[in-house]
C-alpha cells in the first residue's frame, strides 16, 4: 500500500509508527545475516528483517531465518549461473513488495542483480563486499587481497548498482594482513569485521531513509 511521502516510484515508505522492513537476499551460511538478526534482537538494528529470500535451497541462511522466526523462501533462479532468469528476479520483486520491504540487504548473494530488482528498489539495496573498495572486485576478493601482498585488506557496504561492487560506499572496515595468513584465515578476519560493520551500517541507511521519509 502506498504511504504519504512517497518519493520514488514502486517503493512505499513506511509510516512513522512502523519500523522500516527490511528484505534479506543470501546465498551462503548467513553469517553477516546472523548478525544483522541479533543486532535486530537487540533492539539496535533501526529496521526489522521481515523475509529472507535466496536462490540456494537448502541454504543456512534459509534455516538461520527460521532460527529467529522470519519467512524464509527458496527462489529457483533459473537456468543461468551469475544472474537470476528475468522471471525469477521478478518473482523475488513480488515476494519483497507482497512483504512491504522498504529496502533489501544482500548478505551473501552470489548473483549479479539485474534491471527489475534495480528499479524496484532505486537506490535502496544494500551490499557487503569482503575488499576495501574499490580494490579486488569480484569473487573471493580476500584470495584476490593475499595474492596481491597488500599490507591491509577489509570489507566495505556499497549500495548496489548496474555494475559488479561499483557502487556508492556507505562505510569500510579495514583489518591486517598478517604474516603466515592464508586465504582462509585472511576471510575470517574479514568476516570478524563484516560482523560489526554490517548492523551499524544497515543501521544509519534506515535512519536516513527514515528521515528522508
Ligand atoms: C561475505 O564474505 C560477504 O562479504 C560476501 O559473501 C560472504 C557471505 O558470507 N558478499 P555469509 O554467508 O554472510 O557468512
Redesign the pocket.
Known sequence: MSTPGTQLPGVSFSPESRPLRVGVL?S??????RALAEAWRAGSLGCEPVLVLSDIEGAG?LALGAEFGIPARFVPPGPFRTKMSSEAEEELVRLLREAEVDFVV???FMRVIKEPLLRAFPGRIL????SLLPQFRGLEAWRQALEAGVPEAG?TVHLVDAGVDTGMILGQSRVPVLPGDTAESL?AR??VA?HELYPRIVREFAQRLRQES
Open positions: 543470501g551462503g551460511k548467513g553469517s553477516n545475516f541462511i544482500l548478505a551473501g551490499n557487503i563486499h569482503p570489507c576471510h574479514i568476516q563484516e
